[in-house]
């Protein structure tokens, strides 16, 4: 054999790895982009199902909430305020709950910005009967892990709430910032 024809086989053989490298590099790159977008799918329907769970617990928190505003008795299970609160207050309580819970439902889905979820808490404790009930419920939101988004949003409260009654002003609805999200 000539060199030349020596020189001919090794560029042809090397062509021929390079192009099968090519090809195998190609293949892969659309097996990733396929994997990509199934993960996209499966991370959408995952959000959606998630949303769907909040959701159903949602019904069924109001579903019992609804019984006992309706049925005395069974607002006593779920007396938890201390004495002296009334039955009227307590179911009273008991609609502030749902009133509160959904909101935070609404802020968990996406619903609503943490700014809207700003807004409407600020119009709620307008609301004599719903700032007493916030003071009532301080335990029962000392005893969420802080890590927690449903913990940090009743912070987010708190801390209004207490700007909203120290402030001097009768413009309630311009009392007060959302603090900046986590990670902002």
Known sequence: ??????????????LGIAAGAVATTAAQRRSFDALDARLEHLERRARAQRHTNLTYQQRLHWELLSKAM?????????????????????????????????????????????????????????????????????????????TTEEAQLGLMVDDLLQQLEEADIDEWWVVGE???????
Request: with cysteine; glycine share 8%.
């Open 1 to 14: 054999m000539h060199a030349a024809e020596m020189l001919r086989c090794v560029v042809t053989a090397g």
């Open 70 to 146: 309706d049925d005395a008795d069974l607002a006593e299970v779920l007396d938890a305020y201390g004495e002296g609160v009334s039955a009227k207050r307590q179911r009273q309580y008991l609609y502030a709950n749902a009133m509160y819970t959904n909101m935070v439902l609404n802020y968990r889905i996406g619903n609503f910005t943490r700014d809207q979820f700003y807004g409407y808490a600020r119009g709620m404790l307008q609301n004599p009967i719903v700032r007493e009930y916030w003071h009532a419920t301080q335990p029962h939101r000392a005893t969420l892990d802080s």
């Open 178 to 184: 959302p603090p900046p999200a986590e990670g902002s």
